[in-house]
């Protein structure tokens, strides 16, 4: 069974412009959840959706957002980016339904704003 | 408010040595636990669960982990490093054993092998 694909793997962007990074789940897992790494401040939840529908929602700001499709793809999209926004973008799909809340990582996408 | 705690950022043992690496939490009730691994440039990998069965939980790579409720602990053990262990590690706990987003992740240890 395939595994969490993330596109693109790096991204450079300037300050100001917007990104849209791409995340494909296992074939059946209908969550996906997206999570900010930086050294700093370690391992953050973005936000979580199942079913098309944003079902829970990090500290973020509002620059941050994401969405899902049909077929359990998700984006997420940040605009305006600052400085700060420069992580490691980490998705993770699951599959609630077996009840351990255990998750799959994609290799995550590199961002660099600068 | 609830915490993962990771004793040492960083880890050095030699190859053939024990790998142990700590994790301690803070829960009202017996949560789910998770370790990942995090290799360079990726993204991470669940290297084992405990979910309220057996508390000693037999993951993959010869890693296992102890849940010791009463020391709130989770450590993650193998006896035997080996080179391609060098990576980073995560203790994860879900508090509520809910949503993914009370999930709360240790802030990692670095572990080295020294050959």
């Known amino acids: 069974k395939a595994g969490v694909t993330q596109t693109p793997r790096y991204l450079i962007k300037t300050r100001g412009q917007q990104v849209t990074l791409s995340c494909s789940p296992i074939s059946g897992h209908r969550s996906v959840s997206w999570y900010q790494q930086t050294p700093g401040q370690g391992l953050q939840f973005l936000f979580e959706y199942f079913s098309e529908t944003q079902r829970n929602k990090g500290n973020f700001p509002g620059r941050f957002s994401g969405r899902q499709f049909s077929n359990s793809r998700s984006e997420m999209n940040v605009s305006t980016l600052e400085l700060g926004d420069s992580a490691l973008y980490l998705c993770a799909s699951s599959s609630p339904n077996r009840g351990t809340y255990e998750q799959y990582f994609g290799p995550g996408t590199r961002l660099t704003v600068t | 408010a609830q915490s993962v705690t990771q004793l040492g950022s960083h880890v050095s043992v030699s190859e053939g040595a024990l790998v142990l690496l700590r994790c301690n939490y803070s829960s009202s009730v017996p949560p789910y636990l998770f370790w990942y691994v995090q290799y360079p440039n990726q993204g991470l990998q669940l290297l084992l669960k405990?979910?309220?069965?057996?508390?000693l939980v037999k993951g993959i790579n010869g890693f296992e982990a102890e849940f010791k409720k009463s020391e709130t602990s989770f450590h993650l053990t193998k006896p035997s490093a080996h080179m391609s262990d060098a990576a980073e590690y995560f203790c994860?706990?879900?508090?509520?054993?809910?949503?993914?987003?009370?999930?709360?992740f240790g802030p990692g240890t670095s572990l080295s092998v020294i050959p």
């Open positions: 405990y979910t309220s069965a057996a508390t």
């Open positions: 994860a706990v879900n508090p509520m054993k809910t949503s993914y987003d009370k999930v709360i």
